[in-house]
């Protein structure tokens, strides 16, 4: 069945710095790929998608590059904030039943 | 738009008894929904599939007389945990897949219900 794998696992950085967290799938049949953020204590919030037939979205400092011949994906986020400091998962899914497969998170610290 | 909602947002419950978990979608019509669970630190595990009007499809290794999913309209679907034992404790999250046209794939989260049974 697919699988995800999202690196890395933890990552620090300073305020106004980037940060970038890839995933890599492995069902070539997945076609959406959307990036979750959590809050501790919350529901996953919905932040960018994207679907196979594009290459890069952007979305104010939030970007996300799907590259379909080597099955991985990035979320990019610019001019981090401290409010940016969340748990960040990545999922893929197909038309075939329309799950989502998570990958495992990475617990995102912005320091100011 | 496209808001989902939870009710109750954190339940304590004793051994033995039920619990039962609803969620809705407020602004928009879902045919599907999905029940996740999530332990600390870890990632959301997918328990079912919910489709209105039918029998919901469960994951490998969920226990379908344990975890009862009804799926009675297409704003509401509800996750009733079944003489709940203490290892049954967890973060349980719904997301409903918007009809939207052209979103038709994109799941949208409720805020999730803590559990904890003692």
């Known amino acids: 069945g697919e699988n995800v794998e999202q690196h890395p696992s933890t990552l620090s950085v300073q305020e106004g710095d980037s940060a970038v967290i890839k995933c890599t799938y492995s069902?070539?049949?997945?076609?959406?790929f959307p990036w979750y953020k959590q809050e501790l204590g919350k529901g996953p919030q919905l932040i960018i998608d994207?679907?196979?037939?594009?290459g890069e979205k952007k979305d104010q400092r939030i970007a996300v590059t799907l590259n379909k011949t080597a099955k991985h994906f990035s979320l990019h986020i610019t001019e981090t904030q401290p409010e940016d400091s969340a748990v960040y998962f990545c999922?893929?899914?197909?038309?075939?039943?329309?799950?989502?497969?998570f990958g495992q998170g990475t617990e995102l610290s912005v320091k100011p | 738009g496209a808001v989902v909602s939870q009710h109750p947002s954190w339940v304590i419950c004793k051994s033995g008894t039920s619990v039962k978990i609803e969620c809705r979608s407020l602004?928009?019509?879902?045919?599907?929904m999905f029940w996740y669970r999530q332990f600390p630190k870890q990632s959301l595990m997918l328990m079912a599939t919910?489709?209105?009007?039918?029998?919901?499809?469960?994951e490998q290794g969920v226990e379908k007389d344990k975890f009862l999913i009804n799926h009675a309209s297409l704003t509401l679907s509800t996750l009733t945990v079944t003489s709940a034992h203490p290892e049954d404790s967890s973060f349980y999250i719904c997301?409903?897949?918007?009809?939207?046209?052209?979103?038709?794939?994109?799941?949208?989260f409720g805020p999730g219900t803590r559990l904890t049974v003692l």
């Open positions: 919910s489709n209105e009007g039918s029998k919901a499809t469960y």
């Open positions: 999922a893929a899914s197909s038309n075939q039943g329309g799950k989502l497969i």
């Open positions: 994207i679907r196979s037939n594009v």
């Open positions: 997301s409903a897949r918007s009809g939207l046209a052209g979103r038709t794939d994109t799941q949208y």
């Open positions: 602004d928009f019509q879902a045919t599907t």
């Open positions: 069902d070539s049949a997945s076609n959406y």
